[in-house]
């Protein structure tokens, strides 16, 4: 069987950079966010991590460093733009860093449809 892994770009709510987050599809179909890493734009766009895209869930893994600029191992979906997040697990009101709309946080949500965007 082959391991299915890709690298979704995500943007940290705190410092605002953009920071890769590899994630490995495990046997029940389910995602797994496995290791975080700082990256710039343009290697991310020379790579193509921006046509990435997936549905399902993004579990850590036990060894899951969180954000490599904040720690944070929590995230939050955009309603808007519909990017990923990270986030201090704290703040009920939060801009999102890639299209800069404030919103409240909702509940939480288990599956997530991550499409392929320009960053």
Same mark, same amino acid.
């Given at each position: 069987?082959?391991?299915?892994?890709?690298?979704?770009?995500?943007?940290?709510?705190?410092?605002?950079?953009?920071?890769?987050? #590899?994630?490995?599809?495990?046997?029940?179909?389910? =995602?797994? #966010?496995? =290791?975080?890493?700082?990256?710039? &734009?343009?290697?991310?766009?020379?790579?193509?991590? @921006?046509?990435?895209?997936?549905? +399902?869930?993004? !579990? @850590?893994?036990?060894?899951?460093? +969180?954000?490599?600029?904040?720690?944070?191992?929590?995230?939050?979906?955009?309603?808007?733009? #519909?990017?990923?997040?990270? =986030?201090? +697990?704290?703040?009920?009101?939060?801009?999102?860093? =890639?299209?800069?709309?404030?919103?409240?946080? +909702?509940?939480?949500? @288990? #599956?997530? !449809?991550?499409?392929?965007? &320009?960053?």
């Amino acid at each position: 069987m082959c391991m299915e892994a890709i690298v979704l770009v995500m943007r940290c709510g705190l410092s605002k950079n953009i920071f890769g987050v #590899r994630i490995q599809k495990m046997d029940t179909g389910d =995602w797994y #966010r496995t =290791w975080a890493f700082k990256i710039n &734009e343009k290697l991310a766009k020379r790579e193509g991590y @921006e046509m990435q895209s997936i549905s +399902g869930s993004l !579990t @850590e893994t036990a060894n899951f460093p +969180g954000c490599p600029y904040c720690a944070s191992h929590r995230f939050y979906q955009c309603g808007t733009c #519909r990017k990923i997040v990270c =986030w201090n +697990g704290k703040d009920i009101r939060v801009t999102c860093p =890639w299209c800069n709309v404030a919103a409240d946080i +909702g509940p939480a949500i @288990e #599956r997530f !449809t991550v499409g392929a965007n &320009e960053f």
